[in-house]
């Protein structure tokens, strides 16, 4: 039984994966296996795999079931005490693995911890420290195109990003895994907040690092495809993880993130799409689906609530190194 199983969803990746299992390969901790969940690729990434890596775990799909669905089945298949979500774009550094081990094993009150993701343009700079959450409804990359020199301690944040994040596995299902609802974007967060509700506690971990492309699936940081789902799964983890007396609370804020996000994405050309997928989440938490997956209250978690809020609150006005 290994220690941890290194899972990666792909789709139409051989031109990443063969970096990032590369990679894997020159890890300081050897304990671990690699699953690569295939999503129907089309572009011989399944071919490379079995000719080239004959020890990773394949599993395949015929068509593609969205990031959530493979990252769900690669968990399942895993028997490891933790498994280590890695997007196919990452190529991760010698120390990676062992550090992020180290440090959720250390910590019991942990569910998951986030690496040092830093841009394949300048390997300096932070594409992301871990992701915070506000009231104003806005997700966002911490110390995003800052220097990564600037982020060298250990800190809580808000949700790790799931493209380079190590979780406890039985919690992870417990929480019931990655909402299949979302297909893919916010998926990570939606998880994270659900664990934070009941306690844990979300860490960056700096000294485990990885080099990410970013939107290498997808091709570009903003098209239809992209804010479709963003901006539908953005009102699904409102509805699903805040009580109704917070979503009173924060109306105010979220009706002015929602406004400034609708003016962005206009100015991008993509106002309608953003609207359009707003009114999806919205019909999605109010179906039967929906409901299924919305999280009860219980007044056993009423302090974690709290300190959420002072969290969301905290992330809108004062910014967080």
Not at 7 to 28: D, M, R, V, W
Not at 68 to 74: F, P
Not at 278 to 296: T, V
């Amino acid at each position: 039984m290994n220690r941890l199983s290194v899972i990666i969803p792909n789709y139409n990746g051989k031109h990443f994966l063969e970096p990032c299992l590369e990679a894997l390969k020159k890890q300081s901790m050897k304990d671990f296996e690699i699953i690569v969940v295939d999503n129907g690729s089309s572009d011989g990434s399944v071919e490379m795999i079995n000719n080239s890596y004959p020890y990773v775990r394949l599993i395949t799909f015929k068509e593609n079931t969205g990031f959530c669905r493979a990252v769900n089945e690669g968990v399942s298949a895993s028997d490891a005490e933790y498994v280590l979500l890695l997007n196919n774009d990452t190529v991760v550094f010698e120390n990676f693995v062992e550090e992020l081990y180290k440090a959720i094993a250390s910590k019991p009150k942990a569910f998951a911890c986030a690496s040092c993701m830093l841009t394949v343009n300048d390997n300096t700079l932070l594409d992301s420290a871990g992701d915070l959450y506000n009231a104003l409804g806005w997700a966002f990359a911490r110390g995003k195109g800052r220097r990564a020199s600037k982020f060298n301690r250990e800190k809580k944040v808000f949700s790790v990003c799931a493209g380079a994040a190590i979780y406890r596995r039985k919690l992870f299902i417990e929480l019931g895994m990655l909402d299949e609802n979302h297909f893919a974007y916010l998926e990570d967060l939606d998880l994270c907040y659900r664990a934070k509700i009941r306690g844990y506690e979300n860490w960056y971990i700096p000294a485990a690092k990885v080099i990410h492309v970013g939107s290498g699936t997808t091709g570009s940081a903003h098209n239809e495809f992209k804010v479709s789902l963003s901006s539908k799964n953005n009102v699904y983890i409102i509805y699903k993880n805040m009580p109704v007396g917070q979503r009173i609370l924060n109306a105010p804020f979220l009706a002015a993130g929602f406004f400034i996000k609708r003016l962005y994405f206009k100015k991008k050309g993509f106002g309608e799409i953003y609207a359009k997928g707003l009114k999806e989440g919205k019909k999605l938490a109010k179906s039967d689906e929906g409901k299924k997956h919305r999280q009860k209250f219980r007044m056993k978690y009423l302090k974690n609530y709290f300190a959420i809020q002072l969290e969301l609150w905290r992330n809108v006005f004062i910014p967080r190194n």
